[in-house]
């Protein structure tokens, strides 16, 4: 069965560096998420990608934050300089078309130290 | 407007019985309701969906019951086994496929 993939697992990174989270999709797949999970709450949008660009970001989604599709099969979210509060599980998921199901990956769990 | 609302925060059933997970929302734009299951360290995985133009809709032992009017929806598990004990979201989307979750059910099914 076709899945998301994610990697890293689990990152930990130092306060104030950069990292790239990264995502291959199912490869037929043509609307691209990336979610985050705070321990313990609920799953928040972060920003949604088509036709490669963005189509829809939250307010979560600062400057701070980029996505990528730079080779046709990687998805990667982007955080320039991690706080404290980045620290999360962040899912990417992604769709074949409007109005059909998401698929998710296992998330990577970044730990900002 | 933009908040689903679930509830109970967490459940304990008996093996066998029935689990009812609540939720409700406020937009009428949203057209598509979900339920995910999560255990723990993985991702949400899609249970069962409906769209508004049908009340319930059943799937082996999942069943989503849908109240347009009140714009409510809920989750029934019947005769809930062990293996179901996991973290429930109801989540609603629209037109863009953004997913607003709510804030989940832990569901432990006692054997």
């Known amino acids: 069965e076709p899945e998301v993939t994610q990697t890293p697992s689990h990152q930990v990174t130092q306060m104030g560096q950069e990292v790239i989270l990264r995502c291959v999709p199912i490869s037929n797949h043509l609307y691209f998420y990336w979610y985050r999970q705070i321990l313990g709450q609920k799953v928040e949008f972060l920003v949604s990608?088509?036709?490669?660009?963005?189509?829809?970001k939250s307010e979560i989604f600062d400057d701070q934050f980029s996505v990528e599709r730079p080779d046709g099969s990687n998805f990667t979210l982007k955080i320039r300089s991690t706080k404290l509060e980045d620290s999360a599980m962040y899912f990417c998921?992604?769709?074949?078309?409007?109005?059909?199901?998401?698929?998710f990956g296992q998330g990577t769990r970044l730990t900002v130290v | 407007q933009q908040q689903v609302k679930q509830s109970p925060q967490s459940l304990i059933v008996q093996k066998g019985g029935i689990s009812i997970i609540n939720c409700a929302y406020e937009n009428t734009a949203f057209d598509y309701f979900p339920w995910y299951q999560q255990f723990p360290g993985k991702g949400p995985a899609l249970l069962i969906a409906i769209r508004p133009d049908v009340s319930e809709k059943k799937e082996g032992r999942f069943t989503i019951s849908f109240n347009k009017s009140a714009k409510q929806f809920s989750l029934h598990i019947m005769d809930s086994q062990p293996g179901d004990s996991a973290t429930y979201f109801c989540?609603?989307?629209?037109?863009?496929?953004?997913?607003?979750f709510g804030t989940g059910t832990l569901l432990a099914v006692q054997p």
């Open positions: 990608f088509y036709n490669n660009e963005i189509s829809e």
């Open positions: 989540a609603a989307g629209g037109a863009t496929n953004k997913l607003i």
């Open positions: 998921a992604s769709l074949v078309g409007l109005n059909t199901e998401a698929f």
